[in-house]
């Protein structure tokens, strides 16, 4: 079993920045990649960036890419969002999404960025 717990969302300025934190517990060998993705009220549920296991391998959605750096420290179970020049338009609930190497899916409770003057 994995337990996975968001943090780090919250009101900001357009143009401003917000780093999430996605900490991750329990059975976390299994975890071969680890998604972050977003929903918008009334739309569906995108995926944002992605991270391997051994960090090796990133990948952003094209709205997002130049703008937010997807990391992780194995040190601390913990994989980041570093989001920047923040736009409206990234308002939404954030969800850590890690995957085992048996494709099973865990999620958290999901954090809200909301991005408004």
């Known amino acids: 079993q994995v337990q996975v717990v968001e943090s780090g969302g919250g009101l900001v300025q357009p143009g401003g920045s917000l780093r999430l934190s996605c900490a991750v517990s329990?059975?976390?060998?299994?975890?071969?990649?680890i998604n972050w993705y977003r929903q918008a009220p009334g739309k569906q549920r995108d995926l944002v960036a992605k991270?391997?296991?051994?960090?090796?391998?990133?990948y952003y959605n094209a709205s997002v890419k130049g703008r937010f750096t997807i990391s992780r420290d194995n040190a601390k179970n913990t994989v980041y969002l570093q989001m920047n020049s923040l736009k409206p338009e990234d308002t939404a609930v954030y969800y850590c999404?890690?995957?085992?190497?048996?494709?099973?899916?865990?999620w958290g409770q999901g954090t809200q960025v909301t991005v408004s003057s």
């Open positions: 329990g059975s976390i060998f299994s975890i071969n990649v």
């Open positions: 991270i391997t296991s051994g960090g090796s391998t990133t």
């Open positions: 999404n890690p995957v085992s190497n048996r494709n099973f899916n865990y």
